[in-house]
């Protein structure tokens, strides 16, 4: 509650009591003694409405102090409170985003661990065609080498055969031609 707008008009107040008890001062100020005791009764009654006003406006004025510090303490509250929010907000964010980061990792390791796993099943796969592939390759060239070498063989001991028969003829004619030479 604001108490700014009390105070004023309280104040306003007194000021209007005031100035109509000396406007009423002055309007019967020459009326003898009498008038001296209504004077003096009204000094009396001013004095009392002065104290009176002043006891409020200091009444007032605590009330305001104590609203004052009631709305400052509460105001603290409130701010410690929004504080302790947030702080357990963030808290809470940061435990959210670690556990969702940690996910992640734990997925992208989930992923490596199946890429190696995918990647060395591939490579032992390529490993085990090359062998197969440099082994019928070797087979062919031992089994083109063997056959070329097993004609190489058979055309040498062709020409083998041949150039015995050659030396053979040769060597028969020689010795014939020879042999009748030797008769002659």
């Known amino acids: 509650m604001n108490s700014e707008p009390i105070l004023w008009i309280v104040v306003v107040l007194a000021a209007v009591q005031l100035l109509l008890l000396v406007f009423w001062f002055l309007r019967h100020k020459g009326q003898g003694l009498e008038g001296l005791q209504r004077q003096q009764a009204l000094l009396d009654e001013l004095a009392k409405l002065g104290q009176i006003t002043e006891s409020r406006i200091e009444r007032v004025e605590g009330e305001i ?54 990647l060395g099943d591939t490579l032992v796969r390529q490993l085990q065609d090359l062998s197969e592939a440099n082994a019928r390759r070797l087979a062919e060239v031992r089994a083109t080498l063997e056959a070329q070498l097993a004609q190489l063989q058979q055309t040498n001991a062709e020409k083998l055969d041949q150039m015995r028969a050659t030396v053979d003829e040769k060597l028969h004619a020689t010795l014939e031609a020879r042999l009748g030479e030797s008769f002659r």
Do not use: K, M, P, Y
């Open 65 to 118: 102090r104590r609203e004052v510090g009631d709305s400052a303490r509460s105001g603290r509250l409130e701010f410690q409170q929004t504080l302790a929010t947030f702080q357990e907000t963030l808290v809470r964010q940061g435990a959210e985003t670690t556990r969702t980061q940690n996910a992640q990792i734990d997925a992208f390791a989930q992923q490596l661990v199946q890429l190696r796993g995918t």
